[in-house]
């Protein structure tokens, strides 16, 4: 059988020059603490401790970059162990975990040039321990030998979180959630190393299915009247205070577009009013989406917790997906999204407030050196996001240093973010992010744009650094600047107000 290798040298720059510059950078962030501010692992997770059941429930079934792949050469979900909901009349979902595995291990070839095959790759060497290439010759022997692994203490939840020398991890929470796992973590010494983050999308899109439901949920919740506007914005408020009591950091918002057009409270209350009624037309649902932006944004500035920005996915493509087999299937497509017009009104409003940050993302990579870089590079309260998604890849990392470096540098950056459910592969996602700014700060090296030691600084700074002081808690309430204001000296980190 074939053996399961990583090269030393993986995704760095194939010129001997660069490459050996490179080697250099990369060894000053190899081992440096690992900052994830942007996650969707469940608290409940670490907070339970349980050994992960098996290979299959591990790798294959809840990440769907592995099955969106697999499912793309005409396997059927329900053969990677994905259930569908209520009575769709869909086949039942395979329950034995090694042919789950086996089905895998058939079709490893698929992952071939994608980020998931090195992020595998990683993580059966690298935390497994694993040697041989996953084939349908190989599968049940590399699935004993997985199970025999996720046995042993030390490939628990919490063991692995230290082995990988996580500093801390926040998680993506709904607003009406409890937060018991994060009060069990806290209670059992975790307190500060896993930190929740506010993501209200259902309660600000008032066409959501849910969401007359979710507003009487939220009212239950706080003890507020949410049967009118100023209650419900009463309501958000008093939950981002739960939330910043619990450790907190950010907010984040996967709208589908970047417009923060504010609407007068009359209006804003006029709609809502529509909505609860089920009258809301399309039009005022997305203006109220958008509304909504600006209040958190408002929101942000007064009690300091950074605002994610994630816009331009068509979720849930396949409509008939979605009612079979639910959300996060794989099928969340990106669109051509607008940032410089849709973010203009918050940023007159609030990209000079210095208890404001706002970190934004996309999919739509043709907007960073067009539009997100030349924003970054001028309001002192934006910041660009990582690539990710569909962009956290070797060739999309490279391609976002090469669009947005020149003109808003490295330090509106915010560094990487791994933006993942499959927890074992956080390591390697950090990993490949570390490899790649080596590699292209290595150029930089070998064309004389930079020394060697700064090269080597700047590293340090985009691994470890950068995440911790954007996603650092925002002093709450502080004024604006205006023209007049003089520059306050700023940290050699952020080389923001």
């Known amino acids: 059988m074939r053996r399961l290798h990583l090269d030393e040298d993986r995704a760095f720059p194939a010129e001997t020059m660069a490459r050996d510059a490179a080697r250099r950078i990369y060894a000053a962030t190899r081992h440096l603490p690992l900052v994830c501010p942007h996650t969707h692992v469940d608290a409940g997770l670490l907070a339970d401790d349980l050994p992960f059941p098996d290979p299959a429930r591990l790798f294959v079934t809840p990440d769907h970059y592995v099955t969106r792949m697999i499912h793309s050469a005409g396997v059927r979900l329900e053969e990677l162990g994905i259930d569908g909901l209520g009575d769709q009349g869909n086949a039942r979902a395979e329950a034995d975990a090694r042919r789950i595995w086996r089905t895998f291990c058939e079709h490893w070839h698929l992952f071939r040039g994608t980020p998931s095959r090195f992020w595998l790759t990683h993580q059966l060497v690298e935390v497994f321990g694993v040697a041989t290439v996953p084939s349908a010759e190989s599968a049940d022997a590399l699935f004993d030998e997985l199970v025999d692994r996720l046995r042993k203490p030390a490939f628990s939840p919490r063991a692995l979180f230290e082995r990988f020398g996580i500093h801390q991890l926040a998680t993506t929470d709904s607003p009406l959630s409890s937060l018991s796992g994060h009060a069990r973590l806290r209670a059992a010494g975790w307190g500060g190393r896993v930190v929740p983050t506010f993501r209200p999308d259902s309660l600000l899109h008032v066409a ?31 939950r981002r205070h739960v939330f910043r009591a619990a450790g907190a950091l950010a907010t984040d918002h996967g709208h589908a577009s970047a417009d923060t057009t504010s609407l007068s409270p009359a209006e804003a ?21 958008g509304h909504m932006l600006f209040e958190m944004a408002r929101m942000s500035c007064e009690d300091g917790l950074v605002m994610q920005l994630h816009p331009g996915v068509l979720r849930n493509h396949h409509r008939g997906i979605l009612r079979q087999y639910g959300h996060d299937r794989g099928f969340d497509i990106p669109t051509r999204i607008e940032f410089t ?29 067009r539009e997100l870089a030349p924003l970054a590079g001028a309001y002192p309260a934006l910041t660009l996001g990582a690539p990710w998604w569909f962009l956290d890849s070797p060739q999309g990392l490279r391609r976002y240093r090469e669009a947005v470096t020149e003109t808003a540098g490295f330090y509106n950056t915010a560094g990487f973010v791994d933006d993942t459910r499959a927890f074992t592969s956080i390591p390697a996602r950090h990993d490949l992010a570390r490899r790649i700014d080596a590699g292209y700060l290595a150029t930089l090296v070998s064309e004389h744009h930079l020394d060697l030691e700064e090269a080597m600084d700047t590293a340090i700074d985009l691994a470890y650094r950068l995440p911790l002081t954007h996603y650092g808690r925002r002093p709450a309430n502080a004024p604006a600047l205006v023209d007049s204001t003089p520059v306050s000296t700023a940290s050699r980190v952020t080389g923001k107000r």
């Open 208 to 238: 959501h299915p849910h969401w007359i439901a979710e507003t009487d949920e939220l009212a239950a919740l706080t003890g507020m009247d949410t049967g009118d506007y100023a209650g419900f914005v009463s309501a958000l408020a008093h």
């Open 341 to 369: 017009r849709a973010l203009r009104p918050l940023l007159e409003a609030f990209g000079h407030t210095p208890s404001f940050r706002m970190i934004v993302f996309t999919v739509d990579e043709t907007t960073y050196s």
């Open 269 to 289: 209350a006029r709609i809502y009013t529509a909505a609860r009624a089920g009258r809301a037309t399309p039009a005022q649902a997305a203006a109220f989406a």
